[in-house]
């Protein structure tokens, strides 16, 4: 049997009319890697916050120079006046370069206080390490320090014939409460035994121990029962603390 003729008509189907054009060939990117950096760029751009305003770059240049300018013992978290020599009416009594702080690591003294700069270091120490983490959210914090007295040309205790007190020297303050920011206030007289405040009074007299060299409270004696007694006096056998 003779074999079949080959079809004379290819079986490959027919061309769409208009289809006769060959698709237009995507064009590779000449530098790939030029490319990726591109995209790169843009999403760090797209990222990237839009910078402050000139105002408000403005108003914080004008708060650190304020804050420079209030700054005393070389220090900006001290803020207060300089004042040099004090003298005193009694013989040991005097300070040869105060300082009158106002407030230390944005807390304010109720009464701005004269003393000298190694006090008010002490003060900052013991606010940052001692009395701040004491106090903690308790009230939303310390806002202000109630001071009972600082600089003072007397003897010990106000006793006569005793020596002079170290706040004839500019090396001491008393404090006798707290308040806080949302207007409670916290007294050494009265809540020295009492739940959480007393709690944290007690932290934050012992961690003035160490900062200051002389630290008294109301477990001291009857002239401390209202208040802390912190001075810079330092001792051979360290911090006397009661």
């Known amino acids: 049997m003779a074999a079949a003729a080959a079809p ?14 060959a698709p237009a060939a995507q064009t590779a990117p000449q530098n790939p890697a030029q490319e990726t950096q591109k ?31 209030g700054a005393v013992c070389k ?64 009230g939303g914090g310390v806002k202000t320090i109630r001071v ?5 040309c007397r003897t010990r205790n106000n006793q006569r ?3 002079i007190s170290e706040h004839g020297k500019g090396r001491a303050i008393d404090i ?3 308040t806080l920011v949302n207007g409670t206030h916290i007294s050494v007289l009265r809540d020295w035994a009492r739940g ?11 961690a003035a121990c160490g900062p200051f060299g002389t630290v008294l409270g109301p477990n001291a004696n009857k002239f401390h029962r209202d208040h802390f007694h912190f001075d ?11």
């Open 196 to 206: 959480r405040e007393g709690r944290a009074l007690k932290k934050m007299h012992g």
């Open 161 to 163: 014939g005793a020596k």
């Open 232 to 242: 810079t006096a330092r001792y051979r056998s360290g911090s006397y603390c009661r």
């Open 39 to 69: 995209k790169q760029l843009g999403l760090l751009r797209s990222l990237r916050p839009n910078a402050r305003g000139k105002t408000v770059e403005a108003t914080g240049r004008k708060a650190r120079k304020l804050a420079k300018k």
């Open 75 to 138: 220090d900006i978290a001290i803020q207060g006046d300089a004042m040099g020599r004090v003298p005193g009416r009694l013989n040991g009594c005097g300070v040869a370069d105060a300082v009158r702080v106002r407030s230390v690591s944005g807390v304010a003294l109720s009464t701005a206080s004269v003393m000298d700069c190694g006090t008010a270091k002490a003060l900052k120490s013991w606010v940052d390490r001692g009395m701040k983490p004491a106090v903690g959210d308790l």
């Open 176 to 178: 006798s409460g707290f």
């Open 148 to 152: 009972a007295a600082h600089y003072a």
């Open 8 to 21: 004379e008509v290819s079986l490959r189907p027919v061309a769409r009319a208009g289809s006769d054009r």
